[in-house]
């Protein structure tokens, strides 16, 4: 695990290799252990290096292949490279290949060494989390790609012949050679959802490659390639007894599990006491081969801490089981290097940044997580809602007026945030997923977005593009649908990328088995009568077996929370008074209405849920430490 940079057709290697350097500075924080710049006439790569699998000085990268043609720099890790390396030094009778001179016990090496043997689609054999560049000195071609479920980043700014990219944006910024102005487009994205969702960023010109691409450089020529697409998997096609389906997903869950032990570090577990980490941490103690460390973040506000969940999980299990105890003060006091050490803004990142922080300091530098169950397995009320919705599409052929009117209706005696998004969809011609998903995700409505920014239209909603390129599904797979659009936009844009700025910023790498490939391939082609029968995550609960007590299952889902509401009407009240200030000051918010919602919440409005506020607040934060033109 580890960060990467580089610059391509800069015309200048003195400058490249320097603002290389200056990049990887900049990236320290990802990669503690080493670093290593690469530089050519047409090419600088640049490496920071968090140790984890061959701790020698042979995991040094920049890293050249045995005849020295090829040049890799790579952050990720790559599971299955151990059958891979077998596979490489194997050569099938009358085959022309020839077997790869591995000098190292690195998955680097064997990327390097699958690539020359299958060229671009070595990234089809590959299962893991990955970003990664490859450099050909004899063609003078750089290939580049990125992991199927977008687990790992890769950030780039392309201009003429210009191409910078990085596993940061700071990097991207810190060379000088790109403008620090925000995207207009973006900026209404991140005001509608509370994040930007790729491939698009907060920065004008820096964009994301999308998770399942790869594209090829080579002179003026650029081939972007996707080679693989979850919206290809939800056919509904497995069609297998009940029991038979929970076996095959308990299977490809502890197969998961078990790659994702590979490591030369200390590692362990986030346990929440939910089901999905509870599950997790109860497949590492079956193929672990020593007690499982994990770790839980308690409180003594008993209204969200979940030490007795956790600790009855830690016990069943006999786990070397830690809880690391916050306070409020303790959180308050961490904020403002939480704040810090996002490298794109986002309304949910600072309880990852604790909890990961936490976790290091406890000696850690490999965790497994329970990030993907919800998207997965139908876990979130948003799958219900949609069941519901599909069911009350009689509702579209009342009057247009009278569905407005009972929204307005709603809203005057039931204020709220969730009677406005109410409202919204009342007014729609079709309750499909196109049309309701994207209202039901917003953080603000499409007029409200308006208000703020004070234009009189916005660009294309970005989740609703996202959500329009789902197929057709067969009929009863409503579930796979929602969980495509989750996977496309909160989890991949929000769950995800905060989890690898959150967790990198301290240098923690964090894994995450429900995206094993395999699994998310298998749990979408089901349909919904597997997942969603009675109750939320009944297919996993089955499949997990005698994994969880009847005290987990049954127990309410409470997340990850903490009293935000109170801290910003008290604590950090004067902080926020001043960013909101800040914020409306800007040219592209409208002053009145920025300060007005700031005064509605101190007013207890329940329109203005705390989420509203924090969210501008952290986009003030980063905007102005990263000295941003808006």
């Known amino acids: ?91 099938a009778v009358g085959s022309s290949e020839s077997a790869y001179p591995f000098s190292t016990n690195t998955d680097t090496e064997v990327i390097l060494a699958s690539y020359i043997r299958w060229g671009n689609d070595c990234v089809k054999h590959f299962n893991g989390m990955f970003a990664l560049a490859i450099w050909d000195l004899e063609k003078k071609s750089l290939f580049i790609a990125r992991d199927r479920l977008g687990i790992k980043p890769l950030y780039y700014y392309a201009r003429n012949k210009l191409f910078i990219f990085s596993s940061e944006i700071r990097p991207i910024l810190a060379t000088g050679l790109v403008p620090r102005k925000a995207d207009q487009e973006a900026l209404a994205d991140y005001i509608r959802y509370q994040t930007v969702h790729a491939p698009r960023t907060i920065i004008k010109g820096i964009g994301m490659l999308m998770p399942g691409h790869s594209v090829t450089i080579s002179g003026d020529s650029v081939a972007v390639e996707a080679y693989w697409n979850m919206n290809t998997f939800a056919d509904g096609v497995n069609d297998q007894p009940y029991e038979k389906v929970c076996t095959d997903v308990h299977d490809l869950l502890l197969r998961a599990v078990e790659r994702r032990l590979v490591s030369d570090v200390p590692f362990g577990a986030f346990l929440s006491g939910g089901i999905d980490s509870s599950i997790i941490v109860g497949l590492m103690s079956k193929v672990a081969s020593g007690k499982v460390k994990t770790f839980t973040v308690t409180f003594d506000e008993q209204e969200f801490n979940e030490a007795r969940y956790a600790k009855m999980i830690a016990s069943k299990f006999n786990t070397e089981h830690h809880e690391i105890k916050l306070n409020v003060s303790d959180f308050l006091d961490q904020l403002p290097e939480a704040l810090h050490a996002m490298d794109h803004p986002s309304g949910d990142g600072a309880n990852t940044y604790i909890v990961s922080k936490a976790t290091r300091n406890a000696g850690i530098t490999m965790a497994l997580s329970g990030l993907g169950g919800d998207e997965l397995f139908a876990g979130y009320d948003i799958f219900k809602r949609s069941l519901s919705l599909e069911k009350k599409k009689w509702i579209t052929a009342i009057p247009y007026f009278a ?21 919204e ?78 967790s990198m910023s301290v240098a923690l790498e964090v894994r995450v088995p429900f995206l094993d490939h395999t699994v998310v391939e298998y749990v979408l082609g089901l349909k919904d009568k597997y997942k969603y029968p009675a109750s939320p995550k009944k297919l996993l609960i089955d499949a997990a077996g005698d994994l969880l007590p009847s005290e987990i299952v049954n127990r309410p889902k409470m997340g990850f929370t903490l009293p935000w509401a109170h801290w910003l009407k008290n604590e950090l009240k004067s902080y926020c008074d001043a960013k909101m200030e800040a914020l409306a000051g800007r040219e592209a918010f409208s002053n009145e209405t920025v300060l007005d919602l700031w005064k509605a919440f101190l007013a207890d409005d329940p329109r203005v849920k705390w989420s509203r506020i924090w969210y501008l607040v952290t986009l003030e934060s980063w905007l102005n430490e990263h000295q941003i033109d808006v």
Do not use: W
């Open 1 to 91: 695990m580890c960060g990467i940079n580089g610059i391509f057709g800069l015309g200048d290697k003195q400058k490249a290799e320097e603002l290389v350097r200056v990049m990887n500075k900049t990236l320290a924080h990802r990669g503690p252990d080493d670093e290593g710049v690469f530089a050519a006439e047409e090419i600088a790569l640049g490496h920071r290096r968090l140790s984890i699998i061959d701790l020698s000085a042979a995991g040094h990268q920049p890293l050249f292949s045995a005849d020295k043609r090829y040049c890799i720099v790579y952050n990720g890790e790559l599971y299955n490279y151990r059958d891979l390396k077998f596979e490489l030094q194997r050569i």
């Open 425 to 502: 969809i009342l007014k729609l011609s079709r309750f499909d997923l196109k049309n309701a998903y994207p209202i039901s995700r917003q953080m603000m409505t499409d007029k409200e977005a308006m208000n703020l920014l004070h234009v009189k239209s916005l660009a294309a909603n970005a989740v609703q593009e996202i959500v329009s390129r789902i197929p057709v599904l067969p009929s009863g797979m409503a579930l796979s649908a929602v969980s495509l659009a989750e996977a496309g936009t909160y989890m991949q844009n929000t769950l995800l990328r905060d989890t690898d700025q959150m």
């Open 403 to 423: 569905r407005a009117g009972a929204g307005q209706l709603l809203k005057v005696y039931k204020p709220g945030a969730s009677s406005e998004k109410i409202t």
